[in-house]
């Protein structure tokens, strides 16, 4: 069986700080009176341990005497209370959780100011009369729990109203009174509830989702522990007991492989731990990862000025909450990231990545020990630098500022300048607060600062880049490009982020010399096809051509030297005929030197656009795209072949036609 307990089961920090404070008042105060105002805890274990040490609760104030040393719980107590406690008892510490005393002071302000106030929760609960004891007696003031009671209550409100939130209210219900209010109202809602519950049941539910039982630990009479009871029940099967001895009470399924521990906030560490260990004994094995984490946690304590490492769990806009082993969590303000510097945190931050942090504030008002990292980082961040300049390994850096010659760049609390010529590209106001990635260029161990480079890392990523892309480039396949230069010597293509030229050869099946210029336009899409990769010149051959049908060569694909071919002239020049090959459908040229004129004739003495003719064919120059005709000689067409073989050049036309004879 594994055990996992939930990582925030048990007191909550308004409870664990008045349960610690009350049992180390009463610790080194034994013989003294010392007094609970009200049931600290709904948790009897507690309570018996305060009754061993002589602390005993007092629920009617008459009964307070002078000699009585005072703890008012987490709770808190109305105004009146307060006063009255103060004159009766010689001392009286104040442990209302400070999330509560927050609610007090919305109320007491609001409420001097001339606002109702609508507090939502349980009338009977003592945080909320409490609450309710510090509205001003001039000024109406509603306890709802529900929609109806809202509306009942604005029906009554004239003016204006501040809404406030029991701190253990029912988290789903508090959203849609919220939302109801915001929608329907124009009063100011301060959402009070308390996170440490919200968070207590949904790490509890996260948990259930992993296991197949789990075991809620607390006192029954506790409202937060029932809810958790309540909601853990809909996910996965749930029991709930009080104390260890009830764990064999229950029958657990032997099918079961894991089990879930949580409890609620008036559960102590050692009830839970008490728990797990007699289940541990029961089955024997244990995630003794979860329970050494649950004891080290409750020994654990940090000092201002140490340097705590841990884990960051949560990113947001303006502070990083980080694990460090202790019961409460590390909290890192923004201005305490980088001195003198905005930096995007998400950007920077990453959940899960480990960091060092210097211990400024032992809790916080909301318990939370506050850190900065930037004090830790002026502490090993040079020498981090140092390594990675000797180790040529390139840095992320945070730009602080940017100067005429240079940009100002934080490395864990080192400053790193770049000048801007070596940044690579335009130096935008808005890089500040960025992250990028530089290589160190030099270091001046003297005055602790060093300079850097982002051109060199940029040049080596666009190579990278390019080699990356160009293996994954296949030769066979058609690429979309666009043209986006035209040269006399071939056309520059983009295609898939990627420039490539293509020789003039390369770009159609055209006539040697035509005129790019006019064929192609900057912005025509085209297709190509790879024709070859100069890696060292980083350079990419492209063709057009590879794309295209020849056409031209289908044409003449069955004509042969000495063929005689139909034609019909279709230009008269002074030094030839122009014709058309008509079954053939290509041009062809009958050259002056072959057409057979009188003394004297030139061609338009003879010909005229139109006429027919009979020609045979002299050259096929695929090259030049060029088929030249002769209107002489024409009775020798059938003796060719045999006759001037050695002259010809032979092609597949040529051989085709070669077999057609011999047979
Ligand atoms: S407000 Fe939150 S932290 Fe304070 S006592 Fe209540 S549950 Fe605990």
């Given at each position: 069986m594994i055990i996992k307990v939930a990582q925030s089961a048990g007191f909550c920090f308004g409870v664990q700080r008045a349960v610690e404070g009350v049992l180390a008042w009463a610790k080194a105060n034994k013989g003294k009176s010392i007094k609970v105002y009200g049931m600290l805890i709904h948790n009897s274990y507690v309570i018996d341990k305060l009754k061993e040490l002589g602390v005993e609760v007092v629920e009617d104030i008459e009964k307070i005497c002078k000699e009585d040393i005072i703890f008012i719980r987490s709770h808190g107590v109305s105004k009146e209370e307060y006063v009255e406690i103060e004159k009766r008892a010689d001392k009286v510490y104040d442990f209302t959780c400070p999330y509560v005393k927050k609610i007090h002071e919305i109320v007491m302000e609001h409420s001097e100011n001339g606002y109702?106030?609508?507090?939502?929760?349980?009338?009977?609960?003592?945080?909320?009369?409490?609450?309710?004891?510090?509205?001003?007696?001039?000024?109406k003031c509603f306890v709802v729990d529900g929609i109806e009671k809202v509306k009942e209550a604005i029906n009554q409100i004239e003016g204006k109203a501040a809404i406030v939130c029991q701190t253990t209210f029912d988290s789903k219900k508090w959203t849609s009174i919220k939302d109801f209010l915001e929608s329907h109202t124009n009063y100011?809602?301060?959402?009070?509830?308390?996170?440490?519950?919200?968070?207590?049941?949904?790490?509890?539910?996260?948990?259930?989702?992993?296991?197949?039982?789990?075991?809620?630990?607390?006192?029954?009479?506790?409202?937060?522990?029932?809810?958790?009871?309540?909601?853990?029940?809909?996910?996965?099967?749930?029991f709930f007991i009080e104390?260890?001895?009830?764990?064999?009470?229950?029958?657990?399924?032997?099918?079961?492989?894991?089990?879930?521990?949580?409890?609620?906030?008036?559960?102590?560490?050692?009830?839970?731990?008490?728990?797990?260990?007699?289940?541990?004994?029961?089955?024997?094995?244990?995630?003794?990862?979860?329970?050494?984490?649950?004891?080290?946690?409750?020994?654990?304590?940090?000092?201002?000025?140490?340097?705590?490492?841990?884990?960051?769990?949560?990113?947001?806009?303006?502070?990083?909450?980080?694990?460090?082993?202790?019961?409460?969590?590390?909290?890192?303000?923004?201005?305490?990231?980088?001195?003198?510097?905005?930096?995007?945190?998400?950007?920077?931050?990453?959940?899960?990545?480990?960091?060092?942090?210097?211990?400024?504030?032992?809790?916080?008002?909301?318990?939370?020990?506050?850190?900065?990292?930037?004090?830790?980082?002026?502490?090993?961040?040079?020498?981090?630098?140092?390594?990675?300049y000797e180790n040529k390994e390139p840095v992320r850096v945070v730009v602080k500022s940017i100067k005429e010659k240079s940009v100002v760049c934080d490395f864990r609390g080192t400053n790193v300048y770049v000048p801007i010529s070596q940044w690579g590209e335009d130096v935008q106001t808005s890089d500040i607060g960025k992250i990028f990635e530089i290589e160190i260029t030099d270091v001046n161990k003297e005055k602790k600062i060093a300079f850097g480079s982002r051109k060199s890392l940029l040049k080596q990523k666009e190579e990278e880049r390019f080699i990356k892309q160009i293996e994954s480039l296949d030769?066979?396949?058609?690429?979309?490009?666009?043209?986006?230069?035209?040269?006399?010597?071939?056309?520059?293509?983009?295609?898939?982020?990627?420039?490539?030229?293509?020789?003039?050869?390369?770009?159609?099946?055209?006539?040697?010399?035509?005129?790019?210029?006019?064929?192609?336009?900057?912005?025509?899409?085209?297709?190509?096809?790879?024709?070859?990769?100069?890696?060292?010149?980083?350079?990419?051959?492209?063709?057009?051509?590879?794309?295209?049908?020849?056409?031209?060569?289908?044409?003449?694909?069955n004509l042969?030297?000495?063929?005689?071919?139909?034609?019909?002239?279709?230009?008269?020049?002074?030094?030839g005929l122009v014709v058309w090959i008509?079954?053939?459908?290509?041009?062809?040229?009958?050259?002056?030197?072959?057409?057979?004129?009188?003394?004297?004739?030139?061609?338009?003495?003879?010909?005229?656009?139109?006429?027919?003719?009979?020609?045979?064919?002299?050259?096929?120059?695929?090259?030049?795209?060029?088929?030249?005709?002769?209107?002489?000689?024409?009775?020798?067409?059938?003796?060719?072949?045999?006759?001037?073989?050695?002259?010809?050049v032979i092609t597949l036309a040529d051989f085709v036609k070669n077999i057609k004879l011999e047979q």
């Open positions: 109702d106030i609508i507090v939502v929760g349980d009338m009977n609960h003592p945080e909320v009369k409490g609450i309710v004891g510090h509205v001003s007696n001039n000024r100011k809602v301060f959402d009070t509830i308390c996170k440490a519950t919200i968070n207590r049941q949904k790490e509890a539910a996260e948990l259930a989702q992993h296991v197949d039982i789990m075991l809620v630990v607390g006192d029954k009479k506790s409202s937060n522990t029932n809810k958790l009871y309540q909601l853990l029940k809909e996910i996965k099967p749930t104390k260890v001895e009830d764990l064999d009470s229950i029958k657990l399924d032997s099918s079961a492989k894991s089990i879930g521990v949580t409890a609620g906030a008036s559960t102590s560490p050692e009830q839970i731990e008490e728990v797990v260990k007699h289940l541990e004994e029961k089955f024997n094995e244990m995630n003794l990862k979860d329970f050494e984490r649950l004891i080290d946690r409750s020994f654990l304590t940090v000092q201002r000025g140490e340097v705590v490492k841990g884990r960051i769990i949560k990113v947001e806009e303006d502070y990083v909450l980080v694990d460090i082993g202790y019961k409460a969590e590390g909290i890192i303000y923004k201005d305490e990231v980088i001195k003198n510097g905005n930096v995007n945190l998400k950007d920077l931050f990453k959940i899960g990545e480990t960091i060092e942090a210097v211990v400024i504030k032992e809790s916080d008002e909301e318990g939370n020990v506050v850190l900065s990292k930037y004090r830790a980082d002026v502490l090993h961040g040079f020498e981090e630098l140092l390594s990675r030769f066979s396949r058609e690429y979309e490009g666009i043209v986006v230069e035209i040269k006399q010597k071939g056309i520059v293509v983009n295609f898939e982020n990627l420039c490539g030229f293509v020789p003039a050869s390369e770009v159609g099946y055209l006539k040697k010399g035509a005129d790019l210029k006019k064929l192609f336009e900057i912005g025509e899409k085209v297709k190509v096809k790879i024709l070859d990769i100069d890696k060292n010149k980083k350079q990419i051959y492209l063709s057009i051509k590879k794309t295209q049908d020849d056409e031209w060569a289908k044409r003449i694909k042969y030297l000495g063929m005689l071919v139909d034609c019909e002239v279709t230009k008269v020049l002074s030094f008509t079954e053939h459908d290509v041009d062809g040229f009958v050259h002056i030197s072959n057409i057979p004129l009188g003394y004297n004739q030139r061609p338009h003495n003879v010909y005229k656009v139109g006429d027919s003719l009979k020609a045979k064919v002299i050259e096929i120059d695929e090259e030049k795209r060029r088929v030249a005709l002769s209107l002489k000689d024409l009775h020798e067409e059938e003796n060719i072949d045999t006759e001037h073989n050695e002259d010809f």
